[in-house]
């Protein structure tokens, strides 16, 4: 499995900003649609937003008008922008570049405080 290289998690406010970023192996990234998914305590992991290579983009509901992902072909780079941050998305947040095989990154702590 070829490693995905996570940054941005960190604790903020409800309320707040943070934006996350993801880089893939350009060989991958080229190909594969890209993705962010989360898993909170207790839960099982979700998906959160998805990206392909033209630049189509998919959210769950929880997260729609509030977080935008993107992508930076110039640096095989995806991002998720989040605002208005709420306590429940508290979570371990996962890069994802799904192809023929899946890649995942180690994933990044978000918490946001009430």
């Known amino acids: 499995q070829v490693p995905l290289v996570e940054s941005g998690g960190g604790l903020v406010q409800a309320g707040e900003s943070l934006r996350l970023s993801c880089a893939c192996p350009?060989?991958?990234?080229?190909?594969?649609?890209m993705g962010w998914y989360r898993q909170a305590p207790g839960k099982q992991r979700e998906l959160v937003a998805t990206i392909t290579t033209g630049g189509y983009t998919n959210y769950a509901d929880s997260v729609k008008g509030r977080f935008t992902i993107s992508r930076d072909n110039a640096k095989n780079t995806v991002y998720l922008q989040m605002n208005s941050l709420k306590p429940e998305d508290t979570a371990v947040y996962y890069c994802?570049?799904?192809?023929?095989?899946?890649?995942w990154g180690q994933g990044t702590q978000v918490t946001v405080s009430s």
């Open positions: 994802n570049s799904r192809g023929i095989n899946d890649y």
């Open positions: 350009g060989g991958i990234f080229r190909i594969n649609q």
